[in-house]
């Protein structure tokens, strides 16, 4: 069964401690795959986009890579600010493209 | 700002009672998309339109749930006979291609009593 998990479910950083957080899917072709960043209470808000293996994304202390099997957010000297629930999905090449297979989310805590 | 909008932002009714929520897409968006999520969960694909045609729904949607999009803007979604298990927060998001990444609103936290 296709399927993406996310690890861990829970992390806490001090401030300033870089650290990944994993993506692993087990899908049949790769679409794309997307972060998505979410504060309690919101919806989700689009980070970035990768296509291949290979591919890397940066914005602001967060960068995005892709490898065939996962993909990794990586976060550099995080602030408080940085505390959230980070979502990846996955769309798969047999799909409509429209159809997503989410993860169910990283929570971030940054403590001060 | 012209990003999503979804209205109400809360809403709490009786068990049993219809309840409609209003998803208002970013204006050059066709696209549009409803989801459900629960706590500690990623969102679940409920339906999805391209302008005013309802493309794709659910097989995890009880018939219970309509939703419309009669003019290819604005979006509402039903439920019927609300129970228990409905509580959750429904999102909406948009996109200008299928490729595109999907833009959420803020959603609609449901509460049943």
């Known amino acids: 069964e296709d399927q993406v998990t996310q690890s861990p479910e829970a992390l806490r950083l001090q401030e300033g401690e870089s650290s990944s957080l994993n993506c692993s899917y087990t899908?049949?072709?790769?679409?794309?795959l997307f972060w998505y960043r979410q504060d309690p209470g919101k919806g989700p808000e689009f980070l970035f986009t990768?296509?291949?293996?290979?591919e890397e994304k940066e914005k602001e202390r967060l960068k995005a890579t892709l490898t065939k099997k996962e993909s990794f957010l990586h976060i550099t000297a995080p602030k408080p600010e940085d505390s959230a629930t980070y979502l990846c999905?996955?769309?798969?090449?047999?799909?409509?493209?429209?159809?997503?297979?989410w993860g169910a989310g990283t929570k971030l805590i940054i403590k001060p | 700002d012209t990003g999503v909008s979804q209205d109400p932002r809360h809403k709490i009714t009786k068990r049993g009672q219809n309840v409609t929520f209003r998803c208002d897409p970013i204006?050059?968006?066709?696209?549009l998309y409803w989801y459900r999520q629960t706590l500690g969960q990623g969102p679940e694909f409920l339906t999805y339109?391209?302008?005013?045609?309802?493309?794709?729904k659910s097989r995890l949607l009880s018939d219970r749930f309509s939703a419309e999009r009669p003019k290819g803007s604005f979006s509402t979604l039903e439920i019927q006979r609300t129970e228990q298990g409905d509580s959750a927060m429904y999102l909406c998001?948009?996109?200008?291609?299928?490729?595109?990444?999907?833009?959420f609103g803020d959603g609609t936290r449901l509460s049943i009593l």
């Open positions: 998001a948009s996109s200008p291609q299928d490729n595109q990444p999907q833009h």
């Open positions: 999905a996955v769309r798969r090449l047999l799909d409509s493209n429209y159809q997503l297979i």
């Open positions: 899908v049949s072709g790769l679409r794309g």
């Open positions: 204006s050059e968006h066709n696209r």
């Open positions: 990768l296509y291949s293996a290979g």
């Open positions: 339109f391209q302008n005013e045609a309802q493309l794709e």
